[in-house]
């Protein structure tokens, strides 16, 4: 066991390792690989289109609508840089920040494992978290918080452990802390609870003057990122639109009227069912909570507190609003570390052997390598790009001299993306909203049909709306179909039609 410890005992050949494993899990558990044909999910087109549109001299929330934070389309900017019609630069860092996530997972098993066990238990957390529902088709914005969260928990640790309460480290997660803000801000209940037990340590310890000077360095960390997006915003004229739309946009448009007790018994029934939508995930998890529970392997009890208050207030501001979206639960993955915690320190305390290191080596190298391929994605690895809608009516909008397009009453389908369209309407396609709560969003995409700003218009209908293109305002009076096509998405048959401009 020593041997393998020692063969083990250097930083370049651990990141080796983990940039390996994630390359491998996210070639087969990611739609964004170069092994998928293309990745169909609304989500991840949405935000590629987005990223698009800043590098090509669109303002987020001004020119495009959607609602997600800057620093996320920022990220698939550069992912749009890398490659213009394809997901192959969103894959290559999804691969980056899925390495770093793996690093802070191993520093946080380190703590506690010796150097083998952590690299094996944050592999096979790699390999868990990409296989399983949450994970979705890659590339979600939980996806890309998953480095922040390990790094957070682990700096906590740290600071608790060895005694040290830097400014550095505060200022580093409070910069964290406003990252996240720019991406989705409702996972900061972290944060929250991470500052909140950082200032009630040092009161503990009577350091009175040092905890209310660290909460504001914390919030000068966490104000940097967040100065440097309303700086962008104020050059580009937007500060106003970037309020409106991911401040109070999402802070209304999604919330359900429900009262208080209702939201409470939602929250706990959907993080419950989303944690029986995987067994394993399921029993890890209750594993690292029982974990939290004793001191024995934890030791400290400021971190069981700090890791179970984490979680929950981490569960109030994901799910308080009421609705329970499958990818929401990716961050909540991260915490299957303690569980495996919990079990390694055992079999390393009281099972020390050569023979068995290497059995479990073995044992845990099959699992890492199964687990990915049984993501539910690995089944549209073989399907041709034939299939797809996207490519389909690509073939004739690329024929046209000026390529603009409108995806009409629907989420973000692709087309902008395989056509490498920049969008002309501020409204380029609809949100998770009814037309009550966001009326200018159809309205302001019948106005540009009305008005003939765009040659060409994708139409979807499935089930209850069958033949609705036929009544939508302007369509059929400026537009002829000139192409049908037939694809399946999610399960679900969808037939998607191609307008051109009379």
Request: one cysteine or more.
């Amino acid at each position: 066991m020593k041997k393998i410890s020692d063969y083990l005992d250097n930083k370049k050949i651990i990141i080796a390792i983990l940039l390996v494993a994630s390359i491998f899990t996210l070639l087969i558990c990611s739609k964004n690989s170069p092994l998928y044909p293309y990745n169909d999910w609304v989500d991840g087109n949405a935000f590629f289109t987005m990223g698009k549109g800043m590098f090509n001299g669109k303002v987020p929330y001004k020119d495009l609508f959607e609602q997600k934070g800057p620093l996320l389309y920022l990220i698939y900017g550069i992912g749009y840089l890398i490659s213009h019609d394809t997901f192959l630069g969103v894959y290559l860092l999804e691969v980056i920040s899925y390495t770093i996530f793996g690093y802070f997972l191993f520093k946080i098993a380190r703590t506690y494992l010796n150097q083998f066990y952590a690299l094996l238990v944050s592999v096979l957390t790699l390999a868990i978290i990409s296989g399983s529902i949450s994970f979705v088709q890659g590339g979600s914005a939980e996806e890309f918080c998953l480095p922040f969260v390990a790094s957070s928990v682990y700096f906590f640790i740290k600071i608790i452990n060895e005694n040290d309460f830097g400014k550095k480290y505060l200022l580093i997660n409070g910069a964290i802390a406003g990252c996240v803000s720019l991406i989705k801000f409702n996972l900061l209940g972290l944060w929250f609870i991470w500052m909140a037990l950082y200032f009630f340590k040092l009161i503990s310890l009577k350091e009175i003057k040092k905890a209310f000077i660290s909460c504001v360095y914390f919030l000068v960390g966490m104000f940097i990122p967040i100065f440097i997006s309303i700086l962008y915003f104020v050059i580009n004229g937007a500060l106003r639109d970037y309020y409106d739309v991911y401040i109070t946009f999402n802070l209304t448009a999604y919330s359900t009227t429900i009262d208080l007790k209702t939201r409470i018994l939602n929250m706990f029934s959907a993080i419950f069912q989303q944690m029986k939508y995987n067994r394993t995930i399921y029993i890890l998890l209750c594993l690292g909570f029982v974990n939290c529970l004793t001191t024995k392997i934890l030791k400290n009890i400021w971190i069981n507190i700090f890791i179970l208050l984490s979680f929950i207030f981490l569960m109030i501001g994901v799910y308080i609003g009421g609705l329970p979206f499958i990818y929401y639960f990716l961050c909540f993955e991260a915490y299957i570390i303690f569980g495996f915690i919990f079990v390694f320190s055992i079999v390393q305390n009281y099972l020390s052997s050569q023979t068995l290191a290497i059995c479990i080596l073995c044992g845990g190298m099959i699992f890492s390598v199964h687990y990915p391929l049984k993501s539910p994605n690995r089944g549209y690895m073989n399907i041709p790009q034939s299939a797809y809608a996207q490519y389909v009516f690509k073939d004739i909008i690329d024929k046209s001299k000026n390529k603009t397009l409108l995806n009409y009453d629907n989420l973000d389908g692709g087309f902008y993306t395989t056509c490498n369209i920049v969008p002309n309407v501020k409204y380029f396609m609809r949100q998770n909203v009814g037309y009550d709560r966001c009326p200018q969003i159809i309205d302001g995409q019948r106005e540009a049909i009305k008005n003939k700003e765009i040659e060409f218009v994708v139409i979807r209908e499935y089930r209850d709306t069958i033949g609705y293109r036929k009544n939508i305002p302007y369509l059929n009076d400026n537009y002829k179909e000139i192409k049908k096509f037939k694809q399946l998405y999610e399960g679900m048959d969808f037939t998607y039609y191609l307008y051109c401009l009379k």
